[in-house]
């Protein structure tokens, strides 16, 4: 019973530490009914599995083994529900797309195949505590196993040199939540960036948007470059808060800075979350 008792508090511990990390930020998000999250700044999902020792093993030295086996395979399950849980836009997630085809569901599985043990560490009550990773953008990212469902066709991308080199939404105070393929409006309704305007080699490899935690972070990003387009949003999306809206006036300098240097088609776009005045 007091072993039972120290890892039932270990697992709730393990629990309670992802919570915590998904709520330092906007920009981590923890998935519910699953012990793990995604961290969209740094465009990656986490998932922890915990494993504990077998009592009809044959030795010390194999029970371990069976304990941490039972770890990978549970952080396994809890990154398929992770990536399931991923945002797409306002009102669609991965698991919709799984769901609706099979070479959807071949490739995210493919996706979670594929994750790397990036922690792993036996607990003072013995048993295993294994963390996985896995990308959100990139070749081998959760976007490429969606992307003939969200991507359009190939877009031109002109040469950017000496103009706009990134453009940097300020959503903060907005209540704006974090997606794979946010979208960002004009007053009138007209989509300026989202499913337009974007080459899908540049969304694959980088993903659509990047969400840095403050203007200072924003700045620094390679997505903004050394010469960044700002502009503030007027308030979130007309149906969806992963959605923003921009004032007519910006959202045609953000289309001459897409026709000018490619902004857009290179999917060099910063969506800044959080409170105001970080």
Known sequence: MKLHAAICLAIMLAGLSATALAAESPTTEKIEGANGWINW???????????????????EAQAALMARAAAIADAYRNLASVANGVRVTGE????????????????????????????????PDRSFE???????????????GISSEILP????????????????????GL??????????????????????????????????AAYPRSMAQALKSPRAGSQPLVVKALRRGPKFATDVVVSNADANRIREADRAAGVLARCSVCILLGPVGK
């Open 41 to 59: 700044e740094r465009q990656a999902l986490k998932a922890v599995g915990h494993g504990i020792l077998p009592g009809d093993a044959e030795s």
């Open 130 to 144: 294994v963390i996985l990773q896995a990308p959100l953008a990139g070749r081998n990212g959760l976007i490429s």
């Open 175 to 208: 209540g704006v939540k974090p997606a794979m393929s946010p979208k960002v409006y004009d007053e009138d309704g007209k989509e300026v960036y989202g499913t337009v305007a974007i080459s899908p080699d540049y969304a694959i490899e980088v993903g659509i």
């Open 153 to 172: 066709g190939g877009q031109p991308v002109p040469e950017s040199a000496g103009k706009p080199t990134g453009l940097i939404v300020d959503a903060r």
């Open 92 to 123: 669609t997630y991965v698991k919709n797309f799984v769901t609706k085809s099979d070479e959807v569901r071949l490739k995210v599985e493919g996706f979670i195949r594929g994750a790397e043990i990036v922690s792993e560490k036996q607990l």
